[in-house]
């Protein structure tokens, strides 16, 4: 009887403990996974999950924020994952959020990790979906890394054909690396380009030492530079215009009296090309002459005459008086 009510006892102790191991694990597990306290649904949309399972964690800004809740494929290239995310940390996770699925450590199960967006933004509400990014996947590494092996296979290949090459004295490098006469000319050619490039500077820096000199006012640019000078210039540059335009005008008319004189307009025409009138005209010169020698004859007689003597020789004291003053 007595060992049996140990037995009972014993019993009662093993299920008593069973109980709360019991109890502790759902409330754990629970805990986990959400599964008690307020949490909110929202979604995302991926392209490739990367190995993620129900239950993995969810991080915002590295702090576990949720589990995923079930994975959904709705297509042969998107995926839809449904987050469980505590109430307390919804106001912080805004619209513009991104959240993309990374590891947790080298080796660790997949999580979700959401990204602040940046700027402000609105607050999710649930069943909000938020926007995605999709990492390289390891595979896509590896075979880009395959690639760049490859590539890089080639290039030693290459490498190594052409430094053989050159090694053997092929090619232009070849050539002139290993023939020491092209070397020696190609170094006087540089000692000569060395004194060339010396005498370009020494001109550039006469030329702006002459450059410098045109702001003289001693000279003949510093000196059109003045504005005095410069307007004088502009007044005689116009005055020679106008000049030139008179020029231009005495020169038209001068050409339409030649002209006229050559076509036979006008006096002097008339008078060079009309023989009569000019014989008549030197006969009545002559005339004039004849009868101006007459003239002076008679006034001759007339100062003899004792009538006209008196008054000839009264002009000619008046004459001497006035002479003489």
Do not use: C, W
């Not at 299920?15 to 409330?27: E, N, Q, T």
């Not at 995302?44 to 190995?51: H, Q």
């Not at 290239?77 to 912080?92: G, L």
Request: aromatic letters at 4%; glycine letters at 8%; a positive charge.
């Amino acid at each position: 009887m007595e060992k049996s009510t140990n037995q009972k006892i014993q019993l009662g102790i093993f299920v008593i403990l069973g109980l709360v191991i019991f109890v502790a694990a759902i409330y754990f597990i629970g805990n986990k996974q959400n599964m008690f306290g307020k949490t909110t649904h929202l979604t995302a949309v991926f392209n490739n999950v990367n190995g993620l399972q129900v239950g993995n964690n969810i991080r915002y800004s590295g702090i576990n924020v949720g589990t995923v809740r079930e994975i959904t494929m709705l297509n042969d290239t998107m995926i839809r994952v449904t987050m469980v995310i505590e109430d307390k940390i919804i106001p912080y996770i805004k619209k513009n959020a991104i959240a993309t699925i990374t590891s947790d450590g080298l080796v660790g199960n997949m999580i979700i990790n959401i990204i602040p967006g940046k700027g402000v933004g609105l607050p999710v509400q649930s069943g909000d979906e938020i926007n995605t990014y999709s990492r390289i996947r390891t595979d896509d590494i590896l075979e880009t890394l395959n690639v760049t092996n490859e590539n890089a296979a080639l290039l030693t290949a290459d490498l190594l054909k052409i430094t053989k090459e050159i090694t053997q004295g092929k090619g232009t490098l070849g050539l002139l690396i290993n023939d020491t006469l092209m070397a020696k000319d190609l170094k006087e050619t540089m000692h000569y380009l060395k004194i060339t490039g010396k005498g370009t500077a020494a001109s550039l820096q006469n030329l702006n030492k002459l450059i410098a000199s045109l702001e003289d006012r001693n000279n003949v640019v510093g000196v059109l530079k003045d504005t005095a000078v410069a307007s004088n210039i502009k007044e005689m540059v116009l005055s020679l215009d106008r000049s030139s335009k008179e020029m231009e005008k005495v020169i038209t008319n001068l050409n339409e009296t030649i002209t006229n004189i050559k076509e036979g307009k006008g006096a002097l025409n008339y008078l060079s090309n009309d023989p009569k009138l000019v014989k008549q005209i030197d006969s009545t010169m002559t005339n004039l002459n004849q009868a101006s020698l007459k003239l002076n004859e008679d006034l001759e007689a007339m100062k003899h005459s004792f009538l006209l003597r008196g008054y000839f020789k009264k002009l000619e004291k008046e004459k001497a008086r006035a002479n003489k003053k």
